[in-house]
Every structure is written in C-alpha cells, then in structure tokens.
C-alpha cells in the first residue's frame, strides 16, 4: 500500500513541475483530462508492480514450503516459537526466578524483533483467503477515463 502512496505523491511532484507548461498549451478542462490520466496511468503501473511484489513472496514461501529439507520449510516457525519463548520468559518466568533465587534471567529483546514477532503473528493469523482477497483486490481490470 505504500507503494501506491508513494506513487501518488510522485505524481503530485511531476505535475506540479509539468503544470506551468500545461498552462501554457492547455485550457482548464483539458488539463484536467490529462492530470486525471496520468494519475490513473500511475495507479495502474503502481499497482501492477504491486501484484508483482505480491506474487514474488507468494513464491519465494511456496518454494521454502516445496523444499524437501526440514529446516528450509520450518525455519519461520521456528524463529517465531524463539522469539515467543524470550517473551514467555521475560514476563512469565524471568520474574519468579528474580523473586525466588534473586537471578535475573530475562533476555533484553531489541526493538526490530519485536517488530519481526508482530508481523510473524500478524502473518500466522492472516489466513488465505485475506490473502487471496487483497491479491484479487490489485488484479481488478481498471480503467482509464
């Protein structure tokens, strides 16, 4: 989705150094038709390189998931039961093990790996369907005015 924004504002950028010649050749009604057109072309590539990018992870999971070796197929998972673990350590256990033998056993957990967690989960409890859905959202035919 970033992708289409940074599009949009691409295209604020060029027709703002394009309008003063617009201007020049153009009535108001026409410039309109060819600013509404070159938005529309670039939502159209945006969301077609996109689709791409989509398709791309799509594949590279589908080829971790096909590999015959254990470790290439499961090493998200494990990296997200890891990380997991430090987080059931340090707010469930870490805190009764200080309490009770007075050792400090919590593992500091740096910003970026929560992030990797977030999306981990985030991407466990997106199903296929969200997924297809959001694919067949990029892939509606559009049109140009």
């Not at 924004?5 to 309109?32: C, H, I, N, Y």
């Not at 670039?42 to 398709?55: G, I, K, N």
């Not at 369907?129 to 559009?142: Q, Y």
Request: hydrophobic share 55%; with cysteine.
């Amino acid at each position: 989705m970033a992708l289409l924004a940074g599009a949009g504002a691409l295209v604020d950028m060029v027709l703002g150094t394009v309008r003063p010649v617009l201007d020049k050749f153009f009535d108001k009604t026409e410039q309109a038709r060819i600013e509404a057109d070159i938005r529309a072309q670039a939502e159209l590539h945006a969301s077609t390189l996109l689709t791409a990018l989509l398709q791309a992870q799509r594949d590279a999971v589908l080829a971790e998931l096909q590999n015959e070796s254990w470790i290439a197929r499961n090493w998200r998972a494990l990296l997200m039961l890891g990380l997991s673990f430090v987080v059931l350590n340090n707010y469930c256990l870490a805190p009764y093990v200080q309490m009770l033998f007075g050792v400090s056993v919590s593992v500091e957990l740096p910003t970026e790996l929560w992030v990797l967690l977030i999306i981990g989960v985030a991407g466990y409890l997106m199903n296929a369907e969200t997924f297809k859905m959001i694919v067949d959202l990029f892939r509606r035919p559009r049109t140009l005015s």
